[in-house]
């Protein structure tokens, strides 16, 4: 019987190997998202905006989320009092989720107050979704000030991270 545990548990721990080796492997391996995706998302002004908008020679850190996302939420509030350190990067914040859901997002989190967030909705195209194979959210994509991917976190990082890895970009 203990044998029969013993292989059982290593074969699971095989296999979580395995399959982190492989997540990791996915975003130097998936040429699809060396660039940023080409999103067009409808915005708090009721507008469509695309990558055209972002301007050139800055990193932009893309952030798949949903507003009813606690973990989304609670990465917010982890952000908030270290924008001063992100202003010189463009976040834009892409979820799939109501017009009148992203509205209220914006207003909770007083994003009014940073110019360098854009935040909208795809509707229900699901497009950069799936460009980005996200599973979870918040799905965060950082590509540096010349449009080449430097980092995907599938979980959200610690914001310390997040400011690192963008001085970096």
Known sequence: MKKLLFILFALVTIT???????????????????????????????????????????PV?????????SHCQHMMYEMQPKMKELANVQIVMITFTSYPMIKAFYRDFGISRYPNI????????YKVQQYYKVKTTPYIAIYDAKGKLVKTYEKPPKIEELIKVVKKA
């Open 61 to 69: 850190m893309l952030i798949y989320f949903s507003p009813d996302c």
């Open 118 to 125: 854009t935040i909208g909705t795809e509707g229900y195209t």
């Open 16 to 58: 979580g190997c395995t399959q982190a080796q492989n997540a990791q492997s996915d975003e130097k391996s998936n040429p699809q998202i060396q660039k940023l995706a080409p999103y067009r998302i409808l915005n708090t002004d009721s507008v469509y905006v695309t990558p055209a908008q972002l301007k050139k020679n800055k």
